[in-house]
Every structure is written in C-alpha cells, then in structure tokens.
C-alpha cells in the first residue's frame, strides 16, 4: 500500500512534469501559407512575394522562431485565376495554416477570402488594390500592405482641398482606363469635400495642341487643374498654360510622378504637384531587404517584393505580440501593433488597410520631386 | 466675344501646324497620286535630326541663331535625303503596279521608319529645346498667341506661297504638272518624270523637316510616334481641302483646326475627333473632291 501510494506520487509527478513540460516546449511549426500566382503570365507579380516570405521566415527561424516555434510556408499557386484562387485556398485551410501571405490579384483574392474567412484565417496581400475588398467590411479576416486603387485619388482631392484650399477646379483626363478612373474619383471626393468641378473633360492623347481646351480652362475661371493620365500630354499642358499665363496649381497622378516629365517640360514643370507611393528608397530595412534578395537569389527583387515583405513582418510580428495563433488575438494585435518594415512603421485601420504607408503628395521643387509632409 | 477669339486664334495656330504636315502630302499626291504614308515619319525624323544636332552644336557653344539655323538645314538635307531614298526604293518599283501595291508600300515604310527610330535613339519621350525667338512685341497677346504659333503660322504662309509659284511659274513646276497630267505623254515630250518625281519628293521631304522642327519646338517634347498621330490629322486635313491642291490642304487644315477648337471650346473636347470627321464627312457629301479639290472625270 505504502509502496503503491510512492508509485502514484511519482506518477503524478511525472504526469505533472510532462504536462508542463508540453504546455512550456509545444515546438510544432507556425504553418503561414503563402498564395499567389507562381506560374503562368502573371507569375512576376507573384513570386518576388514567395522569395520575400521566404527570406522573413529563415531570419526569424535563425533566431529561433516565434516563441520557439519555428515557420513553416506552406506555398500554393492560384495562376491569379479565381476559380484556382478557390482550390488553392481549401489546400492551405486543410494543412492548418495560421495566417496566409496573399493572393497577388484582387479577383483571385475575392474569390478565396470567403474560404478564408469561414475557417478564421488571417489574410495579408501584398497586391490586391481593389477598394471593396476592405471597404465593404466583408471581409473581418482581410488585411493589405498597399493601399486601394482609390487612396490616390481620395488624397489628390483632399489636398487640393485642405491644404490648397481651392474651391472650383478643372478636371481633365486622357480618356484611357488609368486617368479616366483617377479624374473621376477626383471629382468624386472633391464635390464630396465641397469643391465645385467647373470642367470635366477628356482630351486626345498624342495630339500636337491642347490651346484651345487651355483656353477653355481660363474661361471657366477655376483656381487649380486636376490631370488624370501620363506625363507627355501632362507637360504639354503646363506648358501650354503657363505661356498664357495661367498660374495655378496643377495636381496630378503618379503617371506624371515621373522624372521624365521633370526632363521633358523642364521650366514649366516646377510647382506641379503629383500623388504617388510614399518614398522607401532610403529606408533601412529596406535597403537590407533588397540586398538580403541580391544575395541568396542574385538580383533585383520584382513586383510587390517589400509589400510581401512587410506583410510577413506583420503578422509574425502579431503571433509574437498577441503570444499565441488565435484568430481574434491575432487581429486585434494587427490593428494594434505598430512594426517597423521596409515600408515604413505601419499597422493597419479597422477595415483592414494598411496606416503608415501609401500615397504622398510630391512637388516638383528646383527640378526635382520632393515629397510633401 | 473675346473668349471666341482666343479659340479662333488656337484653332489658327492648330490649323497652321496641321498644314505645315499637309503641305508635303498633298503635293505628292498631286503629282503622282500616292498618299504617302511616310510622309509623317519623315516629318518626325526631320525634327529628331535637329534635335540631335542642334544640342551637338549647342554644346560646341554656337549662338542660338546659328543653332537654330544650321540645325534646320542639316534637318532638312537628312530628310530630303530619305524622301529621295523613299522614293527609289519603295515607290519607284511599284509604279507601274496597281495604286494598292504602292499604298502598302508606303504603310511598310512608315513602320520600318517608325522602328527604326525606335531602336536607334529612344523610345521615351525627350525634351525638345526650343531655339526659335521670342518676340516682345506678341508679349501682350499671349493669351491669344505665342511666339512659335506666330512664326508657324508665317512660315505656313511662306511655304504656301513658294510652292504655288514654284508650280505654277517655273519650269520644274511646268514639268510637275505635265507629269501630273499624263506620265507617258510627260516622257513623249521630253520630260524626264523620274527626275521631276525625285524633286517632289525631296520639296517634300524638306518640309516636313521644316515642320517637324517647328511643331517639336512648340510642343516641347519628341517620340518616335508623333509622326503618325500628326500624319493622320494631316491627311484628314489634305482631304478635305482637295488632295493635290496647294491652297487646298491649307484652307482645309484651317478648317479642320477651327472645328476642332471651337467644338472643344464650346462643346466638350471628349469629341474633338467627332467634330473633325463629321466635317469630313460633310464636305466630302457635298464636294466629292475636297473644297478645292478639281473635279476630274476618271477615265475608263
């Protein structure tokens, strides 16, 4: 008896040993997929995302992982073609992936985030701009590290209108698909914002002359041009305003963000105004970045390299905070934590997009774009 | 009133650019009805090759002037010897062939000009120095009219009235017209039609040189397209004035240059391309053959 209450003391102990020892040295991987398209024609916009995850998961794996936990990628290609955006996303929920990395195109990201979203996974892309995506409130689970197609336009129009304070302006636009959509969510948020859009126009790009839609402007006595399109015509247009005198502001996209336009209307381009993405060159984590890309793969990373990058660093910068992969944990920890990324300190708003990054407001100051604070 | 005649005076400006391209067009479609679709290119090369030069002899430290004035020649000597050259190897082979052969011939060219320049310099779009004066005295007009629209609109005026007595009055232009008329009857009486079609095509050329420097120091800028966008609204303008009337391509330039200037004035400039082939389209309703344009019965 004496001798069988010993055994059942040492056995507790030993249970209690075990279990602790369990809870304290749970050592499986973090399994975070990453999706996107890896072959077909849009592979370039997909696989500098794959290299990025892959080069945050081995800097945290050397330093022994994510509370001892080391990163596991689980990869899976969706082509950017939602009907395999769809079988992609049911291969990562079934190999229990804690967050996904993706996926590149904002059809592809729509179609799988309903799948995503019934098994409370986490879904960063690096690349889907498409406004609805955060704004519909849709998608809880759903977070981005660029900012939507509107974001420029929205900023263009809320720094014509706050800060240069105009109150009738002229929008023109080059009838194509980039500058049309820009020129009307310009007019859009700028009536919104109580600006009067006195001339709203499209004009022939590649046209020798635009005098006679310049004097148009003049007449319609408006206190600032809003451009939507690239930078030839854009210069012309200064050009052509400036020489009848017309000294107002003139806003535009990050088509004319350019520094071609800087070399080609010369002079006349000083003072214009362009939105584009915030400046990352001389941010260090992103030089690193970039050379830690040059040297395991051998040469320049492509397309959405540091928003994949960041993306990474945010949500194993969350598991970290929030100290576990629980879903709402995980979430509120995104929203709230800021992390330091090649992109700049950035977190994301309740919607999901990201704060800290995205479009500023440059002007061409002595012949050069100097971002506006 | 007054907002009516700053687009009158644009659309001027724009006519008068138009012409200075419709020129050369119609003048060899005159004499040996081709619509030389190169016509554009050579205009493009013309100002790419006073681009070229002009910042080499700028560099050398040239007064302006002298930039601008030995710029232009060199220009207008590249072109003149690519129309000669056009001619010759393009068009000449062809000419006994049915008019299509020589239409696609023409088509090829400008492509193979357009690539060429492409591959050759860039094909970004370039900064274009403007050498050309600025006159004190438009100073007060700006609003109405820029130095460079004037000195377009004047050397139009110029090119116009040369060409017309070149045709007309001299001997070269007797043979012009003779060739015009009746190529073998031409040849029967002595005139050496190779020799007059070559000098059509290098008049021409030479031109569309002049213009291409004009309309590349106004619009500032250079890319180995503009020749066909221009080229286009050229030809639409040579239409419409009469293909092979001088005074014509002019009148219908001008015409083409207001429509569109007081259509995107008053209307809205997303149709500018409406307006001018509607005008187009009417004219050609009511006079077949252009404003200017002779009525020739087509022989069967």
């Known amino acids: ?337 800021y992390v330091d990324t090649p992109l700049g300190k950035i977190s994301f708003d309740q919607k999901g997009d990201v704060i800290g990054f995205g479009f500023s407001v440059f002007q061409v100051q002595n012949g050069k774009y100097v971002e506006l604070k | 009133m007054d907002y009516f005649l700053k687009l009158f005076l644009s659309g001027t400006a724009k006519g008068s650019i138009y012409a200075l391209i419709a020129l050369g067009y119609t003048m060899v479609y005159g004499i040996i009805q081709l619509i030389n679709f190169a016509h554009g290119e050579v205009y493009m090369i013309g100002g790419f090759t006073a681009l070229i030069f002009g910042g080499f002899f700028y560099t050398m430290g040239m007064p302006v002037w002298m930039v601008l004035l030995l710029s232009v020649i060199l220009a207008v000597l590249f072109s003149a010897a690519f129309g000669f050259t056009i001619e010759r190897i393009a068009y000449r082979p062809l000419r006994n062939k049915p008019r299509l052969s020589a239409l696609i011939s023409a088509i090829g060219i400008s492509m193979i000009l357009q690539n060429f320049v492409l591959l050759a310099q860039t094909e970004k779009y370039l900064s274009y120095p403007s050498y050309l004066p600025e006159f004190a005295f438009l100073q007060p007009f700006r609003q109405y009219i820029n130095s460079t629209q004037f000195i377009i609109l004047v050397v139009t005026a110029i090119i116009m009235i040369f060409l017309t007595i070149l045709i007309k009055f001299t001997r070269i232009g007797k043979a012009m017209r003779a060739t015009a008329q009746d190529k073998y009857m031409a040849q029967l009486v002595g005139v050496n039609i190779n020799q007059v079609i070559s000098i059509t095509f290098i008049i021409g050329s030479a031109l569309a040189a002049v213009g291409g420097v004009l309309i590349c120091s106004y619009m500032g800028q250079i890319n180995y397209y503009i020749g066909f966008v221009a080229g286009i609204k050229a030809f639409v303008a040579a239409v419409l004035g009469g293909i092979g009337s001088i005074p014509g391509a002019v009148l219908g330039s001008f015409i083409l240059g207001w429509t569109e200037s007081l259509g995107t004035g008053y209307i809205s400039s997303d149709y500018e391309d409406a307006f001018a082939f509607i005008i187009l389209i009417l004219i050609l309703v009511l006079k077949p053959d252009g404003i200017l344009g002779k009525n020739q019965k087509q022989k069967v």
């Open chain 1, 1 to 337: 008896m004496k001798r069988n209450v010993v055994i059942l003391a040492v056995m507790s102990v030993c249970i209690a040993l075990v279990a602790t020892g369990c809870q304290k040295k749970d050592t499986s991987a973090i399994k975070i997929g990453v999706a996107g398209a890896h072959s077909g024609d849009l592979a370039s916009y997909g696989l500098p995302s794959v290299n990025a995850a892959k080069l945050v998961a081995e800097a945290i794996n050397a330093k022994g992982g994510i509370n001892g936990r080391k990163i596991e990628l689980v990869i899976e290609d969706d082509q950017c073609k939602p009907e395999l955006a769809t079988n992609a996303a049911s291969k990562l929920v079934s190999s229990n992936v804690v967050a996904v990395i993706g996926h590149i195109c904002s059809g592809a990201t729509k179609s799988a985030l309903g799948i995503y979203k019934d098994s409370k996974i986490i879904t960063i892309s690096p690349s889907a701009t498409n406004p609805p995506l955060t704004q519909s409130g849709e998608y809880p689970n759903f977070f981005r590290t660029i900012a939507p197609d509107d974001a420029q336009a929205k900023l263009a129009a809320t720094f014509l209108a706050q800060t240069l304070k105009l109150k009738t302006i002229a929008v023109l636009h080059d009838k194509g698909d980039y500058g049309k959509g820009f020129a009307e969510l310009v007019k859009q948020f700028a009536e919104e914002q109580g600006v009067t859009v006195a001339l709203f126009e499209g004009v022939n790009p590649g046209a020798p002359d635009y005098s006679a839609v310049v004097n148009k402007i003049g007449n319609a006595k408006v206190d600032g041009v809003v451009w939507g399109g690239y930078h030839p015509e854009a210069s012309k247009l200064v050009q052509q305003m400036k020489d009848k005198g017309m000294n107002i502001p003139f806003i535009s996209d990050d088509g004319v963000k350019d520094n071609t336009f800087i070399e080609v209307a010369g002079k006349y381009a000083e003072g214009v105004y362009a939105t584009g993405p915030m400046d990352t060159t001389s941010n260090p984590l992103a030089i690193m970045a970039i050379e830690e890309h040059k040297k395991k793969f051998g040469e320049e990373p492509g397309a959405f390299f540091l928003n994949a990058y960041a993306a990474t660093l945010a949500i194993t910068n969350a598991i970290a905070k929030a100290g576990s992969t629980d879903y709402d944990k995980v979430s509120a920890a995104l929203r709230s934590e």
